[in-house]
């Protein structure tokens, strides 16, 4: 059996362009979001390109179906190698507006589901001595901005949960890195709401997901004896 990669929250954008990555150099891209429908263009794509790919239905929130997912993955398609989480739940509200419901929610998103993914990965990874758990950060992993305390303070979370696990499972011969991605990125998000931000593409000012995706290949390829726990991602242009 091939070793696998998956990617939680594999998206059309960075997600995908990780999955894709892995594929090309002979993992299985495992990539899992809510609604599995929308995984299956991603899931062709790999595929045309000759890599092997499955989609996954599946709430990263909930814990007996990250079991499940992880479960059925080792048992029926092969051993999880890498763990590239990438779940987002960028939110903006002011804190005068801000809701408990929606506050609670970005947590269980940006935060719970990466402490449930990297677990239930982590404990097969331990049994075998090695593997990658990459997390996805962002500008909100280094400082709150205005409007944006809930995403702030799970990724904030977040970012804690990477070293924690970096401490622990180092050692035995995990690799878990979080990766900050401190930028716009080329999506059709940015293209259409932000469209003089997306105006900077040609001048290389937002994040190409491919590039991005590299860096993710580059972490995994590193040789233990010179591991990157954190890596920040910019365009040359962006303030910091």
Request: net charge neutral; hydrophobic share 45%; proline share 3%.
């Amino acid at each position: 059996m091939n070793s696998v990669a998956l990617v939680v929250g594999a998206g059309d954008a960075t997600g995908g362009a990780i999955a894709r990555r892995f594929a090309r150099e002979g993992f299985t891209a495992c990539v899992t979001r809510r609604n599995a429908e929308s995984l299956q263009p991603l899931v062709d794509r790999i595929r045309a390109e000759g890599g092997q790919a499955h989609g996954f239905g599946s709430d990263a929130r909930k814990e007996e179906e990250v079991v499940a997912l992880v479960e059925r993955i080792e048992s029926e398609i092969g051993p999880i190698e890498v763990l590239a989480f990438n779940i987002g739940a960028n939110v903006r509200a002011s804190i005068l507006d801000e809701t408990a419901r929606r506050y609670f929610k970005v947590w269980e998103m940006a935060c719970f589901a990466g402490f449930l993914n990297g677990r239930e990965v982590a404990r097969r990874m331990a049994a075998r001595g090695r593997g990658t758990i990459l997390f996805t950060g962002a500008t909100a992993s280094m400082r709150g901005s205005a409007g944006f305390s809930a995403f702030a303070g799970a990724k904030h979370a977040l970012r804690a949960l990477a070293q924690s696990m970096a401490r622990e499972l180092g050692p035995r011969g995990i690799h878990v890195a979080h990766v900050v991605i401190d930028g716009a990125i080329d999506t059709a998000f940015i293209r259409e709401n932000f469209p003089e931000r997306y105006a900077l593409k040609d001048r290389d000012g937002i994040l190409d997901p491919g590039h991005i995706a590299d860096q993710y290949w580059m972490l995994h390829s590193q040789p233990r004896d010179a591991w990157t726990h954190e890596l920040d991602l910019r365009p040359w242009m962006e303030s910091f």
